[in-house]
Structures are given as C-alpha cells and as structure tokens.
C-alpha cells in the first residue's frame, strides 16, 4: 500500500519541516504578518458573528475541488517522474472519488492564520478554504464559538466513528467533535541536551535550579508554561480559576528568579537548542525525538513525573466554504488506518487513528523484505515510539490546556502570565 | 518634505516672462504641484489613508469571543495602551538612545574619513558602507545568531582555550541587541553625515588653520556646525526606526529587553488585539513626534539647515 520512503529524502523533509516552522514563525512571518494583519483588521467589516450553522450544509452531491490549509510539512509528500511534489494520501483521496484537492501548506501560526481569516468572517465573506487546521486554544474556542465553523454531519464520517483513537473522541474544547476532527497531535514536555546537564532532569523543577542546567539556559515555551506550570504543580488546568493560575505564576516567577531561563519561546526555541545555547527546554515531543532518532544527537526528551501537555491539531470546515460535502469526505479519508498510516510514517506525529500502528510494523517487515534495513529500523522503532502511539497508562498522565471561553477570562490570562515572559 | 513641497511654488524658478500673459504665470506655477502629485498621492496613499484605517481601529471595542472588533469611540484603549505598556515605551527610548550615540560615535568618524580622506576611493568606501544592504535585514540578524552562539565560531573557540568563562554569552543579552541594532542601523547614521561632512568647502578648514586655530579648534568651530545637519539627520534616521524595532529583541534578546515593538507585535499576531496595537502604535508615534520636536528645536535644526543650504 505504502510506498517505501527513502530515509534521506525523510530526513531533508524533516529538518526543512523544523528549520522551516521555527524561522517562519519567529521572524519572516511575523514581519509580513504584522502588515497583513493590520490591514486586514482595518478594512473588516462590523458585521458581527458569522451565519449560525446551517442544517443543510452537507445536503447533495460533493463538489469537485476542496481547498485544505495547513501546516508546512504536514502532509506525506512524494515526487512525481518529473521531480513535481506529490502527496500521496491526497492523490489516493482524488484517485477513488474524483474530486481534486487543492492542498496549500501556509499557516504558521495559530494566531496570525486567524486573523486573516477573522475579517472574512466578520463580514460573511466566504473564507476560500474548505478545511483548515487549527490548534486546540483560544482562536479554536473563538471559532467555534462565534459560529465561523460548520457542525459536522456524524453520518457523513464513518470512518471517524469505527477508528478515532479514544484520547481524539469528545475532546474537551468541542463536545462530541461537533466541530473538530483531529488532524495530528503530540506533547509538550521536556528536550534535554545530555551534554549540558548536570544530573537528570525529570521535572520542570529541575528546570529552576541552576546546580542542574546552569543560568541562562532553559528555554520556555510561552503559550504553553501557564498549563504545563499547573500541570507541575498538581493542578488539572481543565478545572483551574484564576487563584490557580496566579499559583502557577508564582512557580514561573520562582523559576525566573533562579536565573535559569534564558528566553521565552513563541517559536524557534530548537535552533537555540541545536546550537547548544540551551541545556534543556520546554519542548514539543516530535521535535526533539526527530533529532535523537534521526541525527543520533545526545538529546532526550523528558515526559514530566507530574504529567505533560496533550494538544491536537483539529481540522474544521470554515463557513461559507464551498465544498462542505467534499470537505468532511476528505476528513473521513484520513481516519482509515491505512491513510493514515501513509501520513504518520512521513510527519511522526501523535496518530488520532487506530491501528496505525500495526500497519506501520507490518510495513517495517516489508521494508526489510525489501533489503532495506535501514529504514525497516526507523520505521519499526517510530512504531514503538510512545510519542507517537501512546499507551493508555501514558495518555492518563496528560492534561488538556485550559480552554479560555470568554474575553474576560482571556484578559485576566494574559494579565496574570505576560509579564513573566515580557519584562 | 513638507519644505520640499510647499516651497517651490513660493519661489518659482523665474517669474512669468511677460506682464500680462497671466494664463502663463499660473500655468508655470502649477507646475511644480503636477510635479509633487505623485509624491502627494504617494503620501496620501500609503500613509495617511493607512494612518486614518489606525486611528478608526484604535477607537474599537470587542474581543476575541465577542465576534471581531466593533468601532465603538473606545478611548479607553489609550489609556490601557500607556498604562499597560510605559514600562516597554520607555526600554525602547533607552536602548534606542544607546544605539543613536553609538551610531554617531561610530558614523561620524567613518563618514569624516571617507568625507576628507577618502580620495578617490571614496565611491569604493562608500559601498563597502552600504554592502549590507544587499542582504535581507532579518537574515542579517539571524546571521549573527549563528555567529554569536554559546558555542559558535567565536565564542566557542575562546571557550576551549579557556579565554572566557563556560556560562559565558553575548545573545540574549541586552548587548546583543544594542549592538544588533547598532549594527543594522549604522549606514542610516553614516550617510547623512557623510553627505554633509563631503559638502564642507574644505578651503574653510584651511582657512581656520590660517587664522592661528588648531585643529581641534578649526574642527569644532568650523567643520561640525556646518555638519550639524547630517547630525540631525542621522539622529532622526537611527532613533526614530530604532525604537520601533523589534526583529532584534526577538532574536538577540531576553525577557529583559521585550521592546514596544515586541509588545505592538505580540498584540496584532498573537493576541488579534487590534484596538490596542493600533493605539499603542499611534502612542508611539506621537512620541516620537514630540521627541523629535523638542530635539529639533534644542538643536535649532532650522538654523543650521539654512547656514547649511545657504553655504
């Protein structure tokens, strides 16, 4: 079914998928980004929330073109005879049901990819995408909220229904995925240079004290400290209040006291981490694993004792789309196992499918059937990869990040946690 | 600018050639209007239009949940914008005020040298000066991430051979990003004061020099009031854009040099808080606007440009 990947292509691939992500975001998309943003908030119009969801959306026959934004380096690619990039599952998806995929991988960021989207929206302007993929947080709550994406239609994705994974199923920022199904997921927790520590790091205390990871040397992750700083301190963030949320700021401001924090990441905290300039960071799973497997570095990454983060990337149908049929089809596709397969073999990212994983072990025997050795290896040990399929026991240790609901709590949010990570 | 348009009119190059032709005349003195309309539209365009978008954005209320922002007068998003953010405003005056002086300590010997000792290299100089122009700003400072690592090309040798501490680092420090800044701003400083300095009638040096002053004396006196333009210029050119940068805190940086900049940024990507980018953006501006009022007329900048203009 799968064809095999040639492991240096994977390796390029990857690293242009993390080179890429953490330049883009920290500085080239940002700069663009703050003029587009602004003349786009400036020419919205004040039409309010967008149309409430509409019953008939998923009436009829399917369009023949869906228009999917997401993510750079999401997506299983290929090359064609003449050196064209291909994407496999999706060619697959146009192959059974004749409708063309017009995939573009152009959000960076959860925020600004929002915000470009918002002035559409306000003035009932369709968005021009048919799926887009977002983030569980604040602008995936606003989105649902303010009515900008579609209900999904629960007989339209069987697939969905018989193999979503459990942790993937009702997730807390949207009740029986009325809106949302995930794309990928994974962990925040803790990337460790081996060189540059003193000792174990097995905690985000270890993270404030400088015995282990010296001064000027961790890196944060800012949207992510407040839940993970909860999370640490044995508070669920699910169920925290503003009182817990100073608790954990306490925790950050003690740990900023200690002198261990080098900087506070919105993106970009790998390269610090590859050129050595920080012993340990918060981190996302994928990231620091790629590095350990892929580039044999000293590096590990550290499942915090207290527990860790869980984020998914969800897919969504914007409103105004013009292919909703299409769209939720195209959605479905990815929740069969061996589609799905195809794209986590290629991204290692957290699977919301099940039985991915034997499929990735069966194709590890046929990758050494082949006389491939190399990459049946890589393939059987991502199949192992607890990152990638976590246990039962593994996923009851994470947490959901706290989901802001109302521009009150939003405000109190960033009133409590800014500071730390801006003076 | 605002001299460079209004004046010609003013003082129209010659006066119509025969009494009584009055069609002429007018037609003459329209001239230089049809001339500037681009530079108007230009203006008009790209500034005042987006400058008006701001201002009606900074009076909006709404939020993240509320569906968008609505325009609402909301003056308080002023008061929020000061009172939240002096602490950012101020940080970014100090260290811009940092790499305005070390621009000009810097600039002005360079530009001095080129000016009166650069013969006939000094195209060949001056494009040395201007060469990293040719390289995307944001790459350039990205560059000196690469370099300046804990274990870089630089430090990390002077590490091994024991020359400098292990826990010492030059990046995320608010050095790193004076000097960033400094770096990338130097040829803004540079220029101007080079412009002026080459304009000075040498002979006047001489002339100084003739009358029994030394030359500290016959520079003090003589060439840096007549450069005292370029001054201004380059100073207006460095502190202005200095303060509003925000590539540099990013990448050079810590949490200690977060500049308004930053905070403008954080607002708009990351938050979607348009009212209150759009009113600290225009606090800034006003800011500097003062600023560069009360320097220019400390300096009596007018003054010196006309010397200047009239020499």
Redesign the interface.
Known sequence: MTEPIDPIRMRRAMHARLTRRT?MK???A??A??SL???L????G?N???AAPPTDVFKGEPGNLVHFANWPLYMDEGEDANGKVTYPSLDAFTKKTGIDVDYKDLIN?N??F??KL??Q??AGDPTGWDIIVITNG??L??LT??GWVYELDPALRPNFEANAADFARDPVYDAANKHTMAWQSGITGIGVNLDKVNGSIESLDDLANPDKV????VGMLREDMPNAAMIHLGIDPEASGPDEWNEAKAWLQHQ?DAGT????Y?QGYI??FK???LAASMAWSGDIEYYRVWEDKPYQFVFPETGALLWIDNMMIPVGAANPVGAIQLMDWYYQPEIADMLTEYVLYMTPVKGVQDLMLENAKKYRDDGDEDTAKRTEESAHNQYLFPSDEFLAKTRWGRNL???DE??EW?AIF?P???? | VSTTLTSPPESGPEAPSKRGDRTLGTRRARIPYFLAAPGIAWLGLFFLV?LA??L??SLKT??????????NWEFSNYGDAITKNW??IFRSIRISAYVTVACLLFGYPLAYWIAFHGGRWKSQLLLLVLLPFFVSY?IR??QW??ML????IILGPLKSIGLLPQ?Y?V??TEFAVVAGIFYSFLPFAMLPLYVSLERIDKRLVEAATDLYASRVQAFLKVVLPLSLPGVFAAVVLTFVPATGDY?NA??L????T?MVG?????L?????N?PE??ALSLVLMVVMVVIASIYARALGTEEATNMAAAG
């Open positions: 330049f920290g500085t080239g940002g700069i980004g703050i943003a602004s003349i908030a400036a020419c919205g004040d309010g929330p967008g960021e925020a600004e929002f915000g918002q002035p929206f306000e604040r602008h709550t606003a909220q303010s010296g001064t000027d040397s900023k924090v080098r900087k506070y919105t390269d610090d050129v050595g300039n609901t109302t521009d939003v405000e960033d800014d730390i990570s801006q003076s | 987006p978008l701001m009606v954005e709404g939020g993240l949940f509320s569906g968008g922002y609505h325009f602490e950012y944001i400072t990205i991430t690469f690592s804990d274990d870089g826990s680092h990046l995320a590539v990013e990448l940086g810590n949490p200690g977060f930053n905070k403008i940024q954080d708009f990507l990351n938050k979607n348009y980018a759009a």
